[in-house]
């Protein structure tokens, strides 16, 4: 950990081959950095320390000696500074990461005759908040697409999605996570002139507040908000028939490891008959999603065929999204 490794293997030639799990792939991060400096301090760990009110949940020897250690008096005898320490023999080469993943998945889709983009590497924030701002985002699109005869977005899509944006749950969304508004916005600028079929791409690495006792993951639960989100916005929309999820759309959310949580699957998809599927099938899908209970919920709808099951991967470069919209 912290460039121990590189420094261990002092002055023989380190190659890191990295797999990126990070968003922004910090060489320092991955895997804790086994071959980079690191450039922490005993200060970087106070703050933390005190952001999350840790002082009394910590045994008092350990913020007595990170105290001292920030002082100078145990940091100086117990570590090298990192300036002392020779990292010229190591190269380090990220042999993958999501842009990786993304760039695979638009030319599979292009391949199919999908219009593609990939629109963001960075997504992070709350799952079902993520869940909901996707299919404000779509509804949007499915709208301007009715009222639009050639299927074309055209230049006005721009201010509609940042009309949107002031809006929850996006607000909620950038001001924790800033960067997704400027990647909603490209997204805008990206659509101009786009038509159908279309694939939207997305990475990064959502989470879940748990509040609920039932099994999930991240991306089912960013799935089954989408569809919940979606069904909503289309039963408040007169125009929109029929209701639901529109039935040329296709959402998805998937972890690149083939795992999503404690259980078999990788995470799900949901199209125009999950909804009401499920309502046919007796199961309340607020109840599952406020129970944190994803995966049970894609194990009885549709008996299971919502469900992505790839079975583990051996690698992982964090959650896909992609979005299928048809004309």
């Known amino acids: 950990k912290g460039g121990r490794l590189a420094e261990a293997a002092f002055p023989a030639k380190v190659v890191g081959l990295v797999l990126s799990d990070v968003i922004g792939d910090s060489l ?12 922490t301090t005993p200060a970087d760990t106070l703050e933390i320390v005190s952001k999350y009110s840790l002082e009394d949940q910590l045994p008092q020897s350990v913020v007595s000696y990170l105290s001292e250690a ?9 570590v090298v500074p ?24 638009v030319s599979t889709a292009e391949q199919l005759g999908y219009n593609s ?22 509804h949007t699109l499915l709208k301007r697409q009715r009222h639009n005869s050639t299927t074309i977005f ?17 607000a909620t969304l950038t001001r924790s996570v800033p960067d997704l508004c400027s990647d909603f916005t490209s997204l805008a600028d990206q659509l101009a002139n786009k038509a159908p079929p279309l694939c939207l791409v997305s990475a990064g690495e959502p989470i879940v ?9 991240r991306n089912q639960e960013l799935a089954l908000s989408f569809a919940l989100q979606m069904h909503k916005l289309q039963e408040e929309d007169a125009e929109s028939a029929p209701r639901g999820l529109h039935p040329k759309c296709l959402f998805l959310s998937i972890g690149t490891d083939g795992q999503d949580g404690p259980c078999d699957a990788a995470g799900a998809m949901v199209d125009a008959a999950t909804f009401n599927e499920a309502r046919r099938e007796g199961l309340d899908a607020r109840r ?3 129970n944190n209970d994803s995966y049970t919920f894609f194990s009885r709808v549709n008996s299971g065929r919502n469900l992505i099951q790839t079975g583990l991967t051996g690698t992982n470069v964090m959650d896909l999204q992609i979005l299928l919209l048809r004309q």
């Open 154 to 170: 055209t230049q006005p899509i721009k201010e509609e999605i940042a009309l949107a944006l002031r809006a929850e749950p996006f």
């Open 70 to 78: 920030e002082e100078g008096r145990k940091f100086q005898q117990n």
């Open 28 to 39: 320092d991060i991955i895997a804790s950095g086994p071959t980079v400096p690191n450039r």
């Open 82 to 105: 990192v300036e002392d320490h020779n990292y010229s023999h190591v190269q380090n080469v990220v042999i993958g990461n999501n842009q990786f993943a993304t760039a695979a998945a």
């Open 117 to 138: 983009l990939v629109w963001s590497h960075r997504i992070q924030g709350e799952a079902r908040l993520l869940g909901e701002a996707y299919a404000k985002l779509v």
């Open 209 to 217: 507040n748990v509040r609920g006792s039932g099994t999930g993951g």
């Open 288 to 290: 599952f999603l406020d």
